[in-house]
Structures are given as structure tokens and as C-alpha cells.
């Protein structure tokens, strides 16, 4: 069973820090694009970053410069480096990947559960 986990969420201070991770995990042929969503409440979930299996990346311009996205092909994670946050970054943030399954041959986007990052002013 193909699942995605995310770790490292948190309170943080405004112009803190903090690193997201998420693994995936299952019978997995390959890897497409990875992504980060996030949803504050309230609000629609909006994408904040994503990369290719290529390694391109795009960015929400609310994150520009300040969230950097990665990705480790071998080890099947993605990561969210958030720097100089902000109260309005504030919200759960849920790792998105296009995964192939052995078992189905086919892309099939994945989500992971969440994690809540909350920002203080």
C-alpha cells in the first residue's frame, strides 16, 4: 500500500525556521512531480510549491525567496525549507506526490495526512 507521511511541523516564532519532510512509502515503480500544499482555516488548500522528478521546481509567490523545495529520488522524499515565516504561513501543510504503483502501472496522485505549522506573531 502506497502511502506519504510528513514529519517536522511545529510552532515557530515569526522569522523562525522550520523543515518539512515526507516520505513515501510502498510498492512504488516511480515517482512523478512532488508537491507541497497547504490550508489554512477557512481557506481553500493552495498550492506552495512543487518539483519535477527532473528537479524543477515553481514556487507561490507568497513563498518566493523564502521556501526552498527539494527532493531526494532515492531515499522517495520531499522536503519544505521554510525560512523567515510568517503568522500568515500559518496553516496545515500536506505533502502531494504522482506516484506509479507497481500494482497498477498508472500515475496516481498521493496525499499525506498533514502537519500543522503555526506561526506566532
Known amino acids: 500500500q502506497v502511502q506519504l507521511v510528513e514529519f517536522g511541523g511545529g510552532l515557530v516564532q515569526a522569522g523562525g525556521s522550520l523543515r518539512l519532510s515526507c516520505a513515501a512509502s510502498g510498492i512504488i515503480k516511480s515517482i512523478n512531480a512532488m508537491a507541497w500544499y497547504r490550508q489554512a482555516p477557512g481557506k481553500q488548500r493552495e498550492l506552495v510549491a512543487g518539483v519535477t522528478s527532473g528537479g524543477s521546481t515553481n514556487y507561490a509567490d507568497s513563498v518566493k525567496g523564502r521556501f526552498t523545495i527539494s527532493r531526494d529520488n532515492v531515499k522517495k522524499m520531499v522536503y519544505l525549507e521554510m525560512n523567515s515565516l510568517k503568522p500568515e504561513d500559518t496553516a496545515v501543510y500536506y505533502c502531494?506526490?504522482?506516484?506509479?504503483?507497481?500494482?497498477?502501472?498508472?500515475?496516481?496522485?498521493?496525499w499525506g495526512q498533514g502537519t500543522q505549522v503555526t506561526v506566532s506573531s
Open positions: 502531494n506526490a504522482n506516484i506509479v504503483p507497481w500494482a497498477t502501472m498508472s500515475p496516481v496522485p498521493y
